[in-house]
């Protein structure tokens, strides 16, 4: 999954992939589950982070602090329909209603879909829960992919009628 650091105090973000240890100019180890090694090519250092709460946390280097902001990132386009300050009436998101991992997709990109159809199926504490479409309409845009571990409240998918 990836994620989207924001830094507001500095006009910055960040897209990181925890799948993956390298991130754009950056290597991270994580040591602890606070403690994080950086090498940003040029030198190393370490990185305490504070617990994450609400997608708000403080990260420590040098004596600085570095207050963030750290929410799941879906991608270009998920970024360009979500960051609107109100989707249109046709649009609604489907978002997961707690965390869990994808085991069904059962719908497509462009496909119709009636009210109450099955979209896909959210695997949390060994149940099944099977997610349905709110309102009739056409599948937007897929934001998962059969597997994927999913936050709760993550934007799955966009229906518009």
């Known amino acids: 999954m990836k994620h989207k650091l924001q830094f507001p105090n500095y006009n910055h973000e960040h897209i990181i992939d925890e799948k993956l240890s390298k991130h754009s100019n950056f290597i991270i180890h994580q040591i602890t589950p606070h403690l994080f090694q950086v090498n940003d090519g040029k030198k190393v250092f370490e990185v305490n982070l504070d617990e994450i ?90 934001n998962v992919k059969l597997g994927d571990p999913i936050e709760k409240n993550a934007n799955l998918l966009v229906i518009e009628s």
């Not at 990132?73 to 998920?78: L, R, S």
């Open 53 to 142: 709460k609400n997608g708000l946390a403080k990260a420590y280097l040098n004596g600085n602090i570095f207050p963030f902001e750290i929410h799941p990132f879906y991608g270009e386009e998920f970024e360009k329909i979500s960051s609107r300050t109100q989707l249109t009436h046709r649009q609604v998101i489907i978002k997961a209603p707690m965390p869990g991992l994808i085991s069904k997709i059962k719908v497509n990109l462009n496909q119709n879909v009636k009210s109450g159809e099955s979209l896909l199926v959210l695997e949390a504490m060994k149940m099944e829960n099977e997610l349905k479409a709110p309102q009739s309409g056409i599948v937007k845009l897929i």
